[in-house]
T-cell receptor, first 107, second 121 residues
Framework: GQNIDQPTEMTATEGAIVQINCTYQ??????LFWYQQHAGEAPTFLSY????GLEEKGRFSSFLSRSKGYSYLLLKELQMKDSASYLC????????FGAGTTVTVRA | GAVVSQHPSWVICKSGTSVKIECRSL??????MFWYRQFPKQSLMLMAT?????????EQGVEKDKFLINHASLTLSTLTVTSAHPEDSSFYIC?????????????????FGPGTRLLVL
């Protein structure tokens, strides 16, 4: 099975940087996904890490350390539209989601 | 690319009736489709995994006779909630995973439909 931990909530100011941590314990691992979910909507794909290291995609970056069971999602130059829930998900040919981190961006 | 649609987006029904939700991959062939349920302020919980042409694999605690899944083609899966009760009211989301010829996006990526809100009175 999987055990996935993320902080429940984070608040940051527009233009700032926020780092969302995800720690996990899993019996099987075939990559880690980050999804963004706005209230009342379905999740949208942000990033995928299967090897250790940093993956950068525009304002969003994601890091993975398999030996530590640790990942983070880094959001830079925060915008109001980034206010959403961010879901860490372990892929073992099916996805197991963490509870999600609600990020609130304030002006 | 990678568009997944769901129909209907909203459904209200009486207790005891059955509701069918459709999930379609519009621009790719979905070898595997997944059905999730999400209650307010909670994360997504996987209900079942569906491979085209074979029986769905249900997660522990999910009644297969209550939640009927059919994956008859590479672009369509349906979830039927039979004899719905108020406790079945939830946000039902499907996702699809397909085969890609290009390296990106990663083949493991699941793309989600917009979800279906079910309210059972």
């Amino acid at each position: 099975g999987q055990n996935i931990d993320q902080p429940t909530e984070m608040t940051a100011t527009e233009g700032a940087i926020v780092q969302i941590n995800c720690t996990y314990q899993t019996s099987g691992f075939n990559g880690l996904f980050w999804y963004q979910q706005h209230a009342g909507e379905a999740p949208t794909f942000l990033s995928y890490n299967v090897l250790d290291g940093l993956e950068e995609k525009g304002r969003f970056s994601s890091f993975l350390s398999r030996s530590k069971g640790y990942s983070y999602l880094l959001l830079k130059e925060l915008q109001m539209k980034d206010s959403a829930s961010y879901l860490c998900a372990i892929n073992d040919y099916k996805l197991s989601f963490g509870a999600g981190t609600t990020v609130t961006v304030r002006a | 690319g990678a568009v997944v649609s769901q129909h209907p987006s909203w459904v209200i029904c009486k207790s005891g009736t059955s509701v069918k939700i459709e999930c379609r991959s519009l621009d790719f062939q979905a070898t595997t489709m997944f059905w999730y349920r999400q209650f307010p302020k909670q994360s997504l919980m996987l209900m079942a995994t569906s491979n085209e042409g074979s029986k769905a694999t249900y997660e522990q605690g999910v009644e297969k006779d209550k939640f009927l899944i059919n994956h008859a083609s590479l672009t369509l899966s349906t979830l039927t909630v039979t004899s719905a009760h108020p406790e079945d009211s939830s946000f039902y989301i499907c996702s699809a995973r397909g085969l890609w010829t290009a390296r990106l996006p990663p083949q493991e990526t699941q793309y989600f439909g917009p979800g279906t809100r079910l309210l059972v009175l």
